[in-house]
Nanobody, 116 residues
């Protein structure tokens, strides 16, 4: 049974940090590129970061560049998103996506709220 589970969201003040986790099971994790998306109310889903199967290559959206970092621990089937210097506009539901060729698995998301 395929499972993709995000965790680590919560309420943080502007300028604060959070570290999201995405843990997967039920498929060969090391074959999959992992992407983090986010969706704020009334807005389209936005690609935030992507990390290659080995973790050696990462890409981040311009809106979060220099503040967000993706990493992965293949031995634990887990990907992380370290988010620093959070801004109110970063508030959203963050989703983890595992992609390999035509296969695409999604988690249910974790809510990040940035407010003072």
């Amino acid at each position: 049974q395929v499972q993709v589970v995000e965790s680590g969201g919560g309420l943080v003040q502007p300028g604060g940090s959070l570290k999201l986790s995405c843990t997967a099971s039920g498929f060969t994790f090391t074959r999959y590129e992992i992407r983090w998306y986010r969706q704020a109310p009334g807005k389209e889903r936005e690609l935030v970061a992507a990390i290659s199967t080995t973790g050696y290559t990462t890409n981040t959206a311009d809106s979060v560049k220099g503040r967000f970092t993706a990493s992965r621990e293949n031995g634990k089937n887990t990907v992380f998103l370290q988010m620093n210097n959070l801004k109110p506009e970063d508030a959203a539901v963050y989703y983890c996506n595992a992609k390999y060729n035509y296969l695409n698995y999604w988690g249910k998301g974790t809510l990040v709220t940035v407010s003072s």
